[in-house]
C-alpha cells in the first residue's frame, strides 16, 4: 500500500509545488496516511480544505485502503 500512496502523492506534488507549497509522507498507520505539507501549505488558511478536498480526495481515489489522511 505504501508504495501505491507515494505514486499518487507523486502524481499530486505538482500542483502544491505550483502554488509555492509541497506535500511528504510522513507515516501510514492501519488505513489512515499522515503527511507533512510544507512550504507555502504550511501556513495557508486553505491548507486544511486543500488537503481534504484535494489531497484525500486524490489518494483515496488512487489506493482505496486508504480511509482517512491527516497533517502532522
Known amino acids: 500500500m505504501r508504495e501505491k ?4 502523492i507523486e502524481e499530486i ?10 506535500i511528504e509522507l510522513v507515516d501510514i498507520e492501519g488505513d489512515v496516511v499522515k503527511v507533512r505539507l510544507m512550504g ?3 501556513g495557508c488558511p486553505m491548507a486544511q480544505m486543500t488537503l481534504q478536498m484535494g489531497v484525500e480526495r486524490y489518494i483515496k481515489s488512487k489506493v482505496p485502503e486508504v480511509k482517512k489522511v491527516i497533517a502532522v
Open 5 to 8: 500512496v507515494e505514486k499518487a
Open 13 to 22: 506534488r505538482p500542483y502544491l509545488v505550483a502554488d509555492g507549497g509541497n
Open 40 to 42: 507555502a501549505c504550511a
